[in-house]
């Protein structure tokens, strides 16, 4: 049997870092939204005894340094189904190491996609517990939409969805490691933490100029992207009613309320950068697309 499903791109609308925990992880508050740019991830069953990955980006690892490889291998391992073989491919179009969580995305594709195909009937639960053993996002990538992620990632409420509007991502040609990136939270001498309180109720009175007032990455007072003061200049002149990093970089995002300001504000951007891509928000993190 094979399936394929569209593994959505996460922004992140906040994220702030409360503090560094002793196992070396991070205490979270995010506010995460599902998007529309998207990989598409193919499951076939088969009877080679193994796991095989390919992905249609040369740069991204294929085989088992590839998060999708180990999350077949997670799935079977924690279900104790019966494994005869399996192939996955990947349709790459979420730009890798980009702050948009391509890689949990695929992964969570792989535990979603499994479910189905196996007749798992692995709960919301089972996924995160299963996505944690994988990266900090993939048990948002596995449920998706708008979230609040909490702790290292693994504590997910879900949100009233929002109607933002247009979504119009920039991703810059450099990477940023996020390693780097907690590293440099934890020898800051200042954070300045964000509304956190503010935003969750902005959210829940469904008062879209208090959140995007309140859209915010604590990562940007540490995290150095040249291009970013470029971008988030061309999306307000675009009228963005918020320009943000998402996750530790680089890629940007701004929001529109109108679709034809987001397209100008995309066209301006092309002429600059490569990865422009204009989007909507999506209502889950993996889309069952085609099953046969
Ligand atoms: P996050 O926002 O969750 O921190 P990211 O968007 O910054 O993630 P990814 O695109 O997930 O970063 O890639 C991080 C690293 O993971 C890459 O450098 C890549 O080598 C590795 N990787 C493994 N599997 C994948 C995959 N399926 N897609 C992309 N990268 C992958």
């Known amino acids: 049997m094979k399936l394929t499903l569209r593994a959505n791109a996460k922004l992140n609308l906040m994220l702030d870092i409360l503090s560094a925990l002793p196992n070396g992880y991070h205490d979270l508050f995010m506010v995460m939204q599902s998007v529309s740019l998207h990989d598409l991830v193919t ?18 690892p294929q085989g ?31 730009p890798q190491a980009a702050g948009l969580a391509g890689g949990s995305a695929d992964a969570a594709a792989v535990l979603v996609g ?27 990538c596995a449920l998706g939409g708008l979230m609040l992620a909490q702790h290292t990632g693994t504590v997910l409420s879900y949100l009233p969805p929002l109607p933002l509007g247009k979504l119009v991502i920039v991703t810059p040609d450099c990477t940023v490691s996020t390693g780097a990136a907690y590293k440099a939270f934890d020898t ?14 902005s959210i829940m009175e469904a008062d879209l100029d208090g ?9 940007e007072q540490f995290i150095d992207v040249p291009e970013r003061v ?9 009228c ?49 697309v085609d099953h046969q």
Not at 53 to 58: A, G
Not at 65 to 91: C, M, Q
Not at 230 to 238: A, E, N, Q, S, T
Request: net charge negative; proline share 3%; charged share 25%.
């Open 43 to 60: 499951l076939e069953q088969n009877d080679s005894g193994a796991i095989t990955v390919t992905c249609s980006d040369p740069a991204v």
């Open 114 to 140: 499994l479910n189905r195909l196996c007749g798992a009937h692995l709960s919301d639960r089972d996924l995160i517990r299963l996505g944690s053993m994988l990266g900090s996002d993939v048990p948002f």
């Open 211 to 219: 959140v995007f007032r309140r859209i915010d990455n604590v990562f």
């Open 240 to 288: 963005a009613e918020c320009a943000c990093m998402s996750g530790s970089g680089p890629s940007v995002f701004g929001i529109f309320e109108s679709e034809d300001d987001a397209e100008e504000a995309a066209r301006a951007l092309r002429r600059n950068f490569k990865s422009v891509f204009v989007c909507d928000c999506a209502d889950r993190g993996v889309e069952i």
């Open 230 to 238: 470029v971008i988030k200049g061309v999306l307000r002149r675009h």
């Open 188 to 201: 800051a001498e200042r954070v300045r933490h964000l509304d956190k309180a503010g935003m969750f109720r």
């Open 64 to 94: 088992e340094g590839n998060l999708a490889h180990k999350a077949a291998r997670v799935f079977f391992e924690e279900t104790g189904l019966p494994f005869t073989g399996l192939s996955i491919a990947i349709e790459k179009h979420i």
